[in-house]
T-cell receptor, first 115, second 112 residues
């Protein structure tokens, strides 16, 4: 069945370092992926997304890489700041349903940034 | 910037009672969702809603759950007879025509 999972449940970095958060997915038919950031007591906040016809997309300080060959997704955060500390979730949308269908979330990675 | 809002932020109820969780999606959005997150676990899809009807629902969304868009702004999730295992954060999300679903801040439901 479908599943989206994360390799590392926790990640600790120093302020200013680059962070890489990884995600594995098992549904090869997924056509859209999205990263959310969740701070304590808040809802998921959109960071960046990527369609399956792309392998890289850049935003402000963030880059998402998609490797469909190995079904792997990563989120790179440049010059990580203490405000980046949160839980990061990847999510996927399976193809074949509606274009506005459900998201399947991974377990989440806790990112802690030390000053 | 428009946001999804949810009320209440925290709801405590006794087992067997009915609860209604309320959401106001972003005003020009057309697709609406409920997700839940049990403490320490991943976010799970419950139901999607479009054009005044359910478009998809998960196994979690059984006969005890219902959704409604009673007017042009509110989107509600009702749990008819709550169980202890319904305790979770419930998130509403909405979508217009792009791919990004925008989430509200959540309602923490505690069933005692």
């Amino acid at each position: 069945g479908e599943s989206v999972g994360l390799h590392l449940p926790t990640l600790s970095v120093q302020e200013g370092d680059n962070s890489i958060i990884n995600c594995a997915y098992s549904n090869s038919a997924s056509d859209y992926f999205i990263w959310y950031k969740q701070e304590s007591g808040k809802g998921p906040q959109f960071i960046i997304d990527i369609r399956s016809n792309m392998d890289k997309r850049q935003g402000q300080r963030v880059t998402v890489l998609l490797n469909k060959t190995v079904k792997h997704l990563s989120l790179q955060i440049a010059a990580t700041q203490p405000g980046d500390s949160a839980v990061y979730f990847c999510a996927e949308r399976g193809a074949g349903g509606t274009s506005y269908g459900k998201l399947t979330f991974g377990q989440g990675t806790i990112l802690t940034v030390h000053p | 910037e428009p946001e999804v809002t949810q009320t209440p932020s925290h709801q405590v109820t006794q087992m067997g009672q009915e609860v209604i969780l309320r959401c106001v999606p972003i005003s020009n959005h057309l697709y609406f969702y409920w997700y839940r997150q049990i403490l320490g676990q991943k976010v799970e899809f419950l139901v999607s809603f479009y054009n005044n009807e359910i478009s998809e629902k998960s196994e979690i969304f059984d006969d005890q759950f219902s959704v409604e868009r009673p007017d042009g702004s509110n989107f509600t999730l009702k749990i008819r007879s709550t169980k202890l295992e319904d305790s979770a954060m419930y998130f509403c999300a909405s979508l217009r025509s792009l791919l990004v679903q925008y989430f509200g801040p959540g309602t923490r439901l505690t069933v005692t």
